[in-house]
């Protein structure tokens, strides 16, 4: 793979998640806007579990639609991280790709110990 | 709708100078909203992820970003970011804030006295950036020409990032600041490359904090979700806007803002 064509990958991939996320958290707003500002959740509260996500999405529950929208986000940069590491290994720049590994596991670290400020 | 306008600015701001938005949004929500102040951080924290990828998408693909920089700072970053959070309640925040406000201020100045300044000349590439293929180039729009820059200071620029990882999870600041600095001063990127590449990097440090607000209930879908779309749409034209101004010209944005932000890091530090 050569570098342009990776740099193209990466830019399609943040350009595609960008619109993606900002489409489901849009549709998530205007069906709650439709209904009168109702999220089908008490305020404040929105589903966090992919279960409850996949259920709220299942009754068309407009907080449900936003939550997934939020994690398709918070998704994107770690999936170009991803990217970049298998376009590093591809290009068998093996330095690189250890680098972006390392960052994913702190990112993974980071989550499972919940102590992010 | 106010909420939707002032996110377009954060985003035009964020994309165009690497400070990825949340230096507009807490502030505004908290001071001016009423928004609690978790919410506003948990907002203002999606902002910086949405601020990065609409306008980091625009940055890679013209070239001005650069990936393998990115990709080489981006652990430095997220293990400060992570021993920062670690540290957290036992650190002095009072005298770091200070410090850290001090800090920019001193960069504030230095940057100042380099406001004419368009790309540093004669860098001397670091062995480790020659050998990854660090050094690159782009096309200047505003310039009208293509630009070639060396990566020199390897060492102090992840260094750098570090610090401003670890300032970034032991204040709950996003460090943007000190990202450009770090890549500007100590690396000799251009301008240009600095931003761009902060933006980049910005929206993996900020997906670590961001999964503990979502999963711990903090995102208020009300407010983030208007600040997202608001921001998606001010990082976009943040990004066209940056292609097409002179590097001097950011540098002069930067400067007063950067002075704000310190002047800002004093004041809380000096109020805690």
Redesign the interface.
């Known amino acids: 793979m050569s570098e342009n064509r990776l740099e193209l990958l990466v830019a399609s991939f943040l350009w595609w998640g960008t619109i993606l996320s900002a489409l489901i958290i849009g549709t998530g707003m205007a069906l709650a806007l439709f209904q009168g500002g109702n999220t089908g959740y008490p305020h404040g509260i929105y589903p966090t579990s992919p279960i409850g996500i996949l259920h709220g999405i299942q009754e068309l529950r407009p907080g449900a639609i936003q939550s997934l929208g939020f994690v398709v986000l918070i998704g994107i940069p770690v999936g170009r991280i991803l990217l970049l590491s298998w376009g590093y290994l591809l290009r068998k720049e093996y330095f690189l790709m250890v680098m972006s590994w390392m960052a994913l596991g702190v990112i993974a670290t980071g989550l499972m110990l919940g102590v992010a400020h | 709708m106010l909420l939707f306008i002032i996110s377009i600015f954060a985003g035009f701001i964020g994309a165009l100078l690497g400070l990825g938005g949340g230096i507009v949004i807490t502030p505004v929500t908290t001071l001016f909203l009423g928004v609690g102040i978790h919410e506003a951080?948990g907002a203002s924290i999606?902002a910086v992820?949405?601020t990065?990828?609409?306008s980091?998408?625009?940055y890679?693909?013209d070239?001005v970003a650069n990936?393998?920089i990115a990709?080489?700072l981006?652990?430095a970053t997220?293990?400060g970011?992570?021993i920062?959070?670690?540290l957290?309640s036992g650190a002095p925040a009072k005298l770091l804030t200070i410090i850290y406000g001090l800090f920019l201020l001193y960069s504030a100045y230095g940057m100042f006295q380099r406001r004419k300044q368009e790309i540093d000349r004669d860098v001397i590439p670091h062995p480790l950036a020659t050998r990854?293929?660090m050094c690159g180039k782009y096309y200047d729009r505003a310039l009208d020409k293509t630009i070639d820059y060396n990566v020199t200071g390897l060492e102090e620029g992840f260094g750098i990032m570090f610090g401003a990882g670890l300032m970034?999870?032991l204040?709950?600041i996003g460090s943007g600041a000190l990202k450009v600095l770090g890549m500007d001063a100590a690396m000799k990127l251009p301008m240009k490359v600095s931003t761009a590449t902060s933006n980049l990097m910005m929206?993996?440090t900020?997906?670590?904090?961001?999964?503990?607000?979502?999963?711990?209930?903090l995102?208020?879908?009300?407010l983030?979700?208007?600040i997202?779309?608001g921001v998606?749409l001010g990082a976009r034209l943040g990004s066209m806007a940056m292609t097409r101004i002179q590097s001097s010209t950011l540098r002069k944005i930067f400067v007063p803002i950067l002075a704000i932000t310190a002047l800002q890091m004093l004041y809380k530090g000096l109020h805690l």
Not at chain 2, 206 to 217: D, L, P, Q, T
């Open positions: 951080i999606v992820i949405a990065s990828c609409s980091a998408s625009a890679v693909h070239n990936i393998r990709s080489f981006e652990f997220t293990t970011a992570l920062g959070a670690l957290a990854l293929g970034s999870g204040l709950g929206g993996a900020a997906a670590v904090s961001a999964g503990y607000f979502f999963s711990k209930g995102l208020q879908p009300s983030a979700g208007p997202v779309l998606f």
